[in-house]
């Protein structure tokens, strides 16, 4: 009768277990890097979402007016939201600010698998500091949340927009043929960038040099191209970090990417992403940097950094790689045989339940095989079966589901037989 709007889902009970399963291996991640969790709103003003992007975003905006004619978008991400929160309430407290979120965004993309209209993003920000240790340790956490959740396969690039600005600016490029040529840098399309730098006027030889640095691994080759010393911060700074990631941190599994260029405008500095190679094409599970959007916002311009963690698609590169995720299971289902034995097997129920117990009862009194039944539909570990003989001697009867053993137990040693 009524169809899902394109590019969002449903999400069974089963795969709730799984999404809850995730979050909390990435909450206690977070927690355990010293953020803590923050929350915004669901949509926002318009203008806090075009104020660095200009009319450009709009394509990718769900926007609308509300009934006092106000301009609002529902949240693309949320950097520029938290951002805002730290302006308006947060600028006056100790530095460095650590903050993490989980959220869901709306961007109105083509949806295929990984890619969706509706998704939920993790993710943080610190503020107040670009130390190397700084930066080493946020790139850290996001390839730690990510290996933490289980996901096998990670490739972590790690590239810097500053240095990317310097190759170009070596090269003559005017901001406007920068801007032509970053789209398809993003996506890798080498020939191409060769046919646009020769329209640009460069010769042969030096647009395929460029091309060459692109496609860098090595930082000693950009290091060795770059003539312009006020860079040559950036590129020590970068090698600290490096240094820190591997030595100290333990992530020697990265690469430098000169190519990452990143979608969104506030970025400057040190950029990384993470991809899961078993998506495919929509394999980019982690994105984030060094950005500029304080002073924009009207605050007091404070270093920042941070990164997103697209959480559908960390789902499901955990089924791609055929993860297996614990399955919940209920402690204890309990089956009263008899209408006159409902008051005290509610009574037994809201005593387990109040020990901590996960326990459900039957309520629609159909007879012990289909409660059963019932019962092993649920997962339920065990049951506790409720009849006049038991009561006569102030116990109840356990079945363990796994086994199929059934043992009487006094009414006052339930939760420590179960235990
Ligand atoms: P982003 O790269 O646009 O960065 O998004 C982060 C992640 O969200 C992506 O790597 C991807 O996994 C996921 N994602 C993006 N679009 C979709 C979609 N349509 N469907 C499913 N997943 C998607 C940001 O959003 C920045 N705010 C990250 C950041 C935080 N930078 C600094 N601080």
Redesign the pocket.
């Known amino acids: 009768m009524f169809n899902l709007p394109r590019g969002t889902r449903d999400f069974s009970s089963k795969e709730m277990q799984k999404r809850r399963y995730i979050e909390e291996i990435m909450r206690s991640t977070f927690n355990s890097y010293g953020y803590n969790e923050i929350q915004t709103p669901t949509f926002e003003t318009l203008e806090l979402f075009k104020a660095k992007s200009g009319q450009e975003i709009m394509e990718e905006l769900y926007f609308f007016k509300d009934k006092g004619n106000r301009d609002l978008a529902l949240r693309p991400?949320?950097?520029a939201p938290v951002i805002r929160f730290y302006v308006d309430k947060l600028q006056m407290e100790p530095k460095p600010i650590k903050l993490f979120y989980f959220g869901n965004c709306y961007?109105y993309?083509r949806p295929q698998k990984?890619?969706?209209?509706e998704?939920r993003?993790a993710?943080c920000?610190i503020i107040g500091t670009n130390s190397p240790q700084a930066y080493a340790e946020l790139i850290t956490l996001a390839y730690k949340i990510l290996e933490n959740s289980g996901v096998a396969d990670l490739k972590l690039n790690i590239g810097n927009l500053t240095i990317l600005s310097s190759i170009f600016n070596q090269y003559k490029l005017t901001r406007d043929q920068q801007k032509y040529l970053i789209p398809l840098i993003d996506k890798s399309l080498f020939d191409d960038i060769l046919i646009a730098l020769k329209d640009f006027g460069i010769k042969s030889a030096d647009a395929e040099n460029l091309i060459d640095l692109l496609q860098s691994t090595d930082l000693k080759t950009i290091k060795n191209f770059l003539k312009d010393d006020s860079v040559k911060n950036e590129i020590e700074q970068l090698e600290q970090t490096l240094r820190l990631l591997e030595k100290a941190f333990g992530i020697k599994n990265y690469q430098i990417q000169m190519n990452i260029v990143?979608?969104?405008d506030y970025y400057k500095g040190i950029v990384f992403e993470i991809e899961a190679p078993i998506l495919g094409a929509e394999k980019?599970?982690?994105?984030?940097?060094a950005?500029e959007l304080i002073s924009l916002f009207g605050g007091r311009e404070a270093p920042s950094?941070?990164?997103?963690?697209?959480f559908?698609?960390t789902i499901v590169a955990l089924e791609s790689e055929n993860y297996e995720f614990p399955i919940t299971k209920l402690d204890i289902y309990v089956i009263p045989l008899g209408e006159d034995i409902i008051e005290i097997a509610i009574q037994i129920v809201q005593t387990l339940r109040n020990k901590g117990f996960t326990v459900d009862l039957d309520l629609l009194n159909r007879g012990l095989g289909k409660s059963l039944k019932y019962a092993s539909s649920l997962n339920a570990k065990n049951v506790i079966i409720i009849g006049s003989n038991e009561i006569e001697q102030d116990s109840v009867t356990i079945r363990d589901m796994e086994t199929g053993k059934q043992k009487l137990i006094k009414i006052k040693d339930i939760a420590e037989f179960i235990c």
């Open positions: 991400e949320l950097t961007r993309d990984g890619r969706y209209r998704f993003q993710g920000e990143r979608g969104l980019q599970l982690c994105g984030g940097g950005y950094a941070g990164f997103a963690i697209g559908d698609r």
